[in-house]
């Protein structure tokens, strides 16, 4: 079993940044596709970030690409996304998603993954 804690969430302006972490306990974290998904109000949950167990390859919603970066630190068992030039419409709930399959394809489909956080709540104000 692997249990996800995601932080970092809170209220920022348009334009300004945050960073995200998840810390994952349990099994071994390094075999393991981490993902960041978000949900806003009314809509459905969609994916933003991946990154492979090595940390080599990493993949982006188009909307947060040169905007958003997803990091991993295996020593410590934790995930990131550090999110600048933040926007309104990047306000939802941001939830950590984990892999046991250290295939990285399908990287954005939601059912791959089998270990999620309760989520973190990211509020962009214009």
Not at 10 to 39: I, N
Not at 80 to 89: A, F, G, I, T, V
Not at 104 to 115: F, K, L, P, Q
Request: net charge neutral; glycine share 10%; charged share 20%.
């Amino acid at each position: 079993q692997v249990q996800l804690v995601e932080s970092g969430g809170g209220l920022v302006q348009a334009g300004g940044s945050l960073r995200l972490s998840c810390a994952a306990s349990g099994r071994t974290f390094g075999v393991y596709v981490m993902a960041w998904f978000r949900q806003a109000p009314g809509k459905e949950r969609e994916f933003v970030a991946a990154i492979s167990w090595s940390g080599y390859n990493t993949d982006y919603l188009d909307s947060v690409k040169g905007r958003f970066t997803i990091s991993r630190d295996n020593a410590i068992n934790t995930v990131y996304l550090q999110m600048n030039s933040l926007k309104p419409d990047d306000t939802a709930v941001y939830y950590c998603a984990a892999d046991s399959d250290r295939n990285y394809s399908h990287y954005a489909t939601e059912s791959r993954y089998d270990y999620w956080g309760r989520g973190t709540q990211v509020t962009v104000s214009s």
